[in-house]
């Protein structure tokens, strides 16, 4: 079946400080992989999204390659800011519609 | 405004009475989908539903209905809740799947006593 595992949070960081979440995932077929990002008390929002093996998603300094030989999609980012204080999330849709989400990691960023 | 919107964002019930959390959205998405948040198990899929009249469950389906008789509304039921349904409820829709960007509402809170 389809699962998605991400490291266990939560993550406290200095500002400016290199950002990994570890995300691997199980899956049928080629999926696509996706980082959901929610801040707090607010919804989810797509940080980025790659569809085949080798692509590269990135957006507001993140980055993320989804790696077919390894299953997985981990989440960096070069310098951390206090506003990325969030939740995040590592997800995947795989063959069918359903959606499947990891636990979710927690960072908190002090200044 | 391009949005999701649910209601009620709020809620406390008791074991048993059946409610309806309501689900909108305005971008004219074919895909709409209800997920629920529970600490430590993140977001888990309990229905989804490709068009009009067409549902399907997802991880989490049991002791929740839902009806997609309009492409923009897509209700949660609940026929008969009971404690461990207390969760946050997240409605979602994309364009055209799951591949696609999902919008997210803000959340409804449930807490049944």
């Known amino acids: 079946g389809n699962s998605v595992t991400q490291m266990e949070g939560p993550v406290t960081l200095s500002e400016e400080a290199f950002l990994t979440i570890n995300c691997t995932y199980t899956?049928?077929?080629?999926?696509?992989l996706f980082w959901y990002v929610q801040y707090p008390g607010e919804g989810l929002q797509l940080l980025l999204k790659?569809?085949?093996?080798?692509d590269k998603g990135s957006n507001k300094g993140f980055e993320a390659t989804y790696r077919k030989e390894t299953t997985s999609f981990h989440l960096e980012k070069g310098s951390v800011q206090v506003s990325d204080s969030a939740v995040y999330f590592c997800?995947?849709?795989?063959?069918?519609?359903?959606?499947?989400f990891g636990t979710g990691t927690s960072l908190t960023v002090i200044p | 405004e391009a949005q999701v919107t649910q209601n009620p964002r709020y809620l406390i019930t008791v074991t048993g009475k059946k409610l309806t959390v309501t689900c909108s959205q305005n971008?004219?998405?074919?895909?709409m989908s209800w997920y629920r948040q529970d600490p430590g198990l993140g977001l888990r899929q309990i229905y989804y539903?490709?068009?009009?009249?067409?549902?399907d469950k997802g991880d989490v389906p049991e002791g929740y209905k839902v009806s997609r008789k309009e492409k923009r509304n897509f209700p949660l039921i609940l026929e008969s809740p009971s404690p461990n349904q207390t969760s946050l409820y997240f409605c979602?829709?994309?364009?055209?799947?799951?591949?696609?960007?999902?919008?997210f509402g803000p959340g409804t809170r449930l807490l049944v006593l």
């Open positions: 997800a995947l849709s795989g063959v069918g519609n359903q959606f499947y």
């Open positions: 979602a829709s994309s364009l055209s799947g799951p591949q696609e960007t999902q919008y």
């Open positions: 899956a049928t077929g080629y999926p696509s």
């Open positions: 539903s490709m068009n009009v009249e067409v549902t």
């Open positions: 790659a569809t085949k093996a080798d």
């Open positions: 971008m004219n998405h074919e895909y």
